[in-house]
T-cell receptor
């Protein structure tokens, strides 16, 4: 069974500290992996998408890496701000591009950045 | 707004009611999805529609009935629901190939009483 896991479930850091969020997946036949942000009571906002042929993606203060051999992805957020407080979810699709749009989600990591 | 609009935002219904959730996207995407987000459980994919055709039903009970009349609109018809069906129902759209451009709506918070 293809599973995506995020540990820890919650994380609290002081403002300015770098955030490191972890995601692991059980199937090395990953097609792509995406990171999303969810604010309370809201939908999800896409942050970064890494294709299986890529090792990392960057957008501003965000950097996501993908290591298929170890079944891990890491989202780095540099110099965290209180506005970064949210739940971060990773989601993977497995198989070929025909299944590339079927996402399996992790449980999320709830982040609190303290001023 | 993200480009994917869901209505209503909140819904309270009794177990014998029939109601429908609506989702609309004008992003030019050709795939649409229903996801369920329950407390303390990961987001679960319910249905996938590619080019208006249902290509995935993730063992969803028949009391949930999706409808996709065109590539821009998606409905979820609800009848005889159970209290455990209370959850946030999220609609999303994307490009069918590779899942690029995944965009979620704000969701409908459903409470079954």
């Amino acid at each position: 069974k293809q599973e995506v896991t995020q540990i820890p479930a919650a994380l609290s850091v002081p403002e300015g500290e770098n955030l490191v969020l972890n995601c692991s997946f059980t199937d090395s036949a990953i097609y792509n992996l995406q990171w999303f942000r969810q604010d309370p009571g809201k939908g999800l906002t896409s942050l970064l998408l890494i294709q299986s042929s890529q090792r990392e993606q960057t957008s501003g203060r965000l950097n996501a890496s993908l290591d298929k051999s170890s079944g891990r992805s890491t989202l780095y957020i540099a110099a965290s701000q209180p506005g970064d407080s949210a739940t971060y979810l990773c989601a993977a699709s497995f198989g070929d591009k025909a299944a590339g749009n079927k996402l399996t989600f992790g449980g999320g990591t709830r982040v609190l950045v303290k001023p | 707004e993200t480009g994917v609009t869901q209505t209503p935002r909140h819904l309270v219904m009794g177990m014998t009611n029939k109601k429908s959730l609506k989702c609309e996207q004008h992003l030019g995407h050709n795939a649409m999805y229903w996801y369920k987000q329950s407390a303390k459980k990961p987001l679960e994919l319910m249905f996938v529609y590619n080019f208006k055709e249902q290509t995935e039903n993730n063992s969803v009970p028949s009391r949930f009935s999706p409808e996709c009349p065109n590539s821009s609109h998606l409905f979820l018809h609800l009848h005889t629901l159970q209290p455990e069906d209370s959850a946030l129902y999220l609609c999303a759209s994307s490009q069918q190939t590779g899942g690029f451009g995944y965009t979620f709506g704000s969701g409908t918070r459903l409470t079954v009483v």
